[in-house]
Every structure is written in structure tokens, then in C-alpha cells.
């Protein structure tokens, strides 16, 4: 399974040609307990760094960018629903939206989990 994160700390997990995006269990640990998210409608699309969803927790209220350009296919009613589910599996049944990528060699700019592990440790 490929995973890739970006400097926003979102992630985007390859699942054949679906792009399965949220972010990263460090920016989960760094909001702290998360009380809120809206995420985008099925249907609308983004370009790579566009502001696509938010996340509020006790601590602050972040945006999360579109790590790859596309059209959402599926958006996690789970999270909305149970925000502090985020906070325990945010790589796994977390996830944020499922997006149709529109340009899949935007992966190709994205750090792996090594170089993202090191990139957050010093970040």
C-alpha cells in the first residue's frame, strides 16, 4: 500500500485509482481532541493546495488542503458524525474524503513515511 504526506500534514493512502485522504496521526496528536469537522460534498472538486474541509479541535480550528487535484467520490459521514474518532485512527478509519485523482503524478512531489516521520520530528 503506498501512503504520501504532504508539508500539511495531510496524507493520501493509494487504494487502486482512488486517493484516500486525511491527515497524519502526528497532526491529529498536535490539534489535540477533536470536536468538529466539516468535510466537502461528493461531486465538487479541488485542486492540489486548495482549502477542502476543516478540522476544529480544543486547541485551534485548522484547514485541510486538497493534497492531490480531483473530484470527491466519497466524504466519511463517520468523522462528522464522531469527530473524536480522529483522533484514534486518523491513517486508518479516519480518512476524510476518497478523491478521483485528475492528476496522479502530483504523488511524485509528496514525501514518503520516512521522510515525513523526519520532516515532522523537526518541523
Known amino acids: 500500500m503506498t501512503i504520501k504526506f504532504t ?5 493520501v493512502r493509494v487504494d487502486g485509482d482512488v486517493y484516500v485522504v486525511g491527515i497524519s496521526a502526528h497532526a491529529a496528536e ?25 478540522v476544529e479541535s480544543v486547541k ?3 484547514d485541510v488542503y486538497a493534497p ?7 466524504a466519511n459521514q463517520a468523522i462528522v458524525d464522531d469527530p473524536a474518532s ?9 480518512w476524510f474524503v476518497k478523491i478521483k485523482a485528475s492528476d496522479a503524478s502530483e504523488l511524485d512531489a509528496m514525501m514518503d513515511e520516512a521522510k515525513y516521520k523526519e520532516f515532522a520530528e523537526n518541523a
Open 86 to 94: 480522529v483522533n484514534g485512527d486518523p491513517q486508518g478509519a479516519a
Open 7 to 11: 508539508e500539511d500534514h495531510e496524507y
Open 68 to 74: 492531490i487535484s480531483g473530484e470527491i467520490v466519497e
Open 60 to 62: 485551534a480550528a485548522s
Open 30 to 54: 498536535q490539534l489535540g481532541d477533536v470536536v468538529f469537522v466539516e468535510l466537502p460534498e461528493v461531486g465538487k472538486t479541488f485542486s492540489k493546495g486548495d482549502d477542502m474541509a476543516v
